[in-house]
DNA sequence: AAAAGTATGTTGGAAATCCAACAAGTTTTT
DNA sequence: AAAAACTTGTTGGATTTCCAACATACTTTT
């Protein structure tokens, strides 16, 4: 097991966390290690969550059904990130599925062990609490802007909304970004070809520069 | 400074800490009040946040100004409610503006005292993080499901996923909600009357039944 | 009880988006 | 190196949304 998690150590949530204390950590949060085929369930909506996950390897997918059952993916997630930890910590039922997409290793801790230091409060608890905050913490900023950029009525305004925090982020007025077109025209919630024609029209219009995931802010 | 903590005792962050306790607490989160007249800023953008908010009695408002300046009010704080602290556990500085619209007291509470509880491991923090997880994450949840009915591409299927969601929560096809129309436009992200015109397309389509602020899903 | 203010529904033309289909360029596979 | 698969940009008509204006009902103020 130990092993398993020497592929993780520089995770968000293990980062800063001695190698000496990882094997203590794994008894005192009931940690498991649960392996899955492609394809394979690991959460189901309804279940009722009380551990969640930080993936060793493989690649998982976050979907959902809508009320006509339509299947959409949420989010795909990869080696060293953790999933499932919203769902444990407001103790509610899931009402999302995730699913292995490939040959996938998943380490489960237990939320409540995790909240709750032991008696002699270990060190690692205290550092683990950190990096759960912060990593809760990030993905709200993230949704936040998310937001922020859905909430534009216009697809241009939705595409400057999202190129400026990410120059902001970048803290440049040139930069990469990590999507293409049919991924960010998904994150803006548009249609990729009317979005196309839009970054077209900016670029005409001497708003932008960019070519395929570089972007410039004139 | 007990005084006003009493105040908000039942708020989700306090909640079920003993009043004994309560006092230690003060000193350990080296917690300040602060009080503010109505248009005062709280916190501004561009802020580095090491502290976050517990409104104890006031109204603020969390606004932000977009690539043009525009400003758009993101949320309204009530008492009991915290804010700040997603800023403050990523350790960036603040994109946001929080103002008060009413005369405010607002608790501060130191975010690293917090996460990182004493050598004596005073019990109540074991609560205060777990009170916190907790809020995170259910902001969290929220989030996820605000952009849940925002990506869905007509309002009409906006207006269905929304519902379908409070009716879940409610665990029925009947069930009031707390946003009036404009709010609920906003909440959405599309314009009032367009939503209203889809609203009676439903009712008319034998899909809902609905009056100001109640609705029944056939 | 009247007046003012607020919330909701309705409508029609302007504007924007969606959708489907295709062209051109790029990358991967064979 | 050719073929296949994928990505991006373009276009035009159908659909949807926006916007502004107004009617009606309900609430609050005076």
């Not at 690692?124 to 913490?137: A, D, G, R």
Request: charged share 30%.
């Amino acid at each position: 097991m130990i092993e398993e998690l020497e592929k993780v150590k520089d995770s968000i949530l293990i980062k800063g966390i001695k190698t000496q204390e990882l094997s203590s950590m794994l008894g005192c949060l009931r940690c498991v290690i649960k392996k899955y085929d492609k394809g394979e369930t690991v959460i189901s909506e309804g279940d009722k969550i009380n551990k969640f996950g930080l993936l060793i390897e493989g690649k998982l997918q976050v979907v959902q059904y809508d009320y006509l059952g339509n299947k959409s993916v949420v989010s795909v997630i990869e080696p060293k990130q953790i999933f499932g930890e919203a769902f444990a910590y407001v103790d509610k039922i899931s009402s999302l599925d995730v699913e292995a997409i490939e040959k996938s290793k998943v380490l489960f801790l237990d939320s409540d062990k995790l909240s709750t230091p032991c008696e002699n409060c270990c060190t690692f608890h205290k550092q683990l609490v950190k990096n759960l905050l912060y990593t809760i913490s990030n993905k709200n900023v993230n949704l936040t802007q998310k937001i922020e950029c859905m909430s534009q009525r216009t697809t241009k305004e939705k595409l400057l909304t999202f190129l400026s925090l990410e120059s902001i982020k970048n803290n440049s007025k040139e930069f990469t970004i990590s999507l293409d077109r049919q991924a960010l025209a998904d994150y803006l919630g548009v249609e990729r070809s009317a979005m196309s024609a839009e970054l077209s029209k900016l670029r005409n219009d001497g708003i932008i520069e960019c070519e395929k995931n570089w972007f410039k802010l004139l």
